[in-house]
T-cell receptor, first 112, second 110 residues
Framework: EADIYQTPRYLVIGTGKKITLECSQT?????MYWYQQDPGMELHLIHY???????EKGDLSSESTVSRIRTEHFPLTLESARPSHTSQYLC???????????FGSGTQLSVL | GQNIDQPTEMTATEGAIVQINCTYQ??????LFWYQQHAGEAPTFLSY????GLEEKGRFSSFLSRSKGYSYLLLKELQMKDSASYLC???????????FGAGTTVTVRA
């Protein structure tokens, strides 16, 4: 049912590297979100966007940045990865007027 | 913000019923969601309650009491595939951003 894609699914990198996590949706949804989730913990919102050229920081402070140049694309970038960034990153989207979130499969990031 | 509390783990037998409770404290409320998340996978939508009462959808039902800040998800006729984490999430008034609980891991045993 959900047409929202994240790549890569798994990523292992060294400290100091710049990385971009990709998220794309083909549903034409205006709203997109990035959540961070550690094992056994709640999802924390780190970024969201309500439309093109609109991005906001979420409830959990994050050193990552996002951009929304096209409706369907909402990439997340870490300029210099650190071990503390090791986590699962989940992208989600929803359409205006709907409360239902559609999630991507997530990216499991490990920074050594 | 929202304080969302749900049990960490529950175990039940195949064919049984399990009830997962969720309590929340919020400055404003505009709906409560339940999501299912299998290990290593993305959460998937189960239910959405905005008014008090019981919503039934096949083997799964969700209940909401806004005055008590309380919801539960009822899983009936448990199957092995129901082993997963169940996430309670609250939508505040005038905001589209959901706040999630830590999830309840349900283990179904044969």
């Amino acid at each position: 049912e959900a047409d929202i894609y994240q790549t890569p699914r798994y990523l292992v990198i060294g400290t100091g590297k710049k990385i971009t996590l990709e998220c794309s949706q083909t549903m034409g949804h205006d709203k997109m979100y990035w959540y961070q989730q550690d094992p056994g913990m709640e999802l924390h919102l780190i970024h969201y966007s309500y439309g093109v050229n609109s991005t906001e920081k979420g409830d959990l402070s994050s050193e990552s940045t996002v951009s929304r140049i096209r409706t369907e694309h909402f990439p997340l970038t870490l300029e210099s990865a650190r071990p503390s960034h090791t986590s699962q990153y989940l992208c989600a989207s929803s359409e205006t007027g709907s409360e239902k979130l559609f999630f991507g499969s997530g990216t499991q990031l490990s920074v050594l | 913000g929202q304080n969302i509390d749900q049990p960490t783990e529950m175990t039940a037998t195949e064919g049984a019923i399990v009830q997962i409770n969720c309590t929340y404290q919020t400055s404003g409320f505009n709906g409560l969601f339940w999501y299912q998340q299998h290990a290593g996978e993305a959460p998937t939508f189960l239910s959405y309650n905005v008014l008090d009462g019981l919503e039934e959808k096949g083997r799964f039902s969700s209940f909401l009491s806004r005055s008590k800040g309380y919801s539960y998800l009822l899983l009936k006729e448990l199957q092995m595939k129901d082993s997963a984490s169940y996430l309670c999430a609250v939508r505040p008034i005038d905001d589209y951003k959901l706040s999630f609980g830590a999830g309840t891991t349900v283990t179904v045993r044969a």
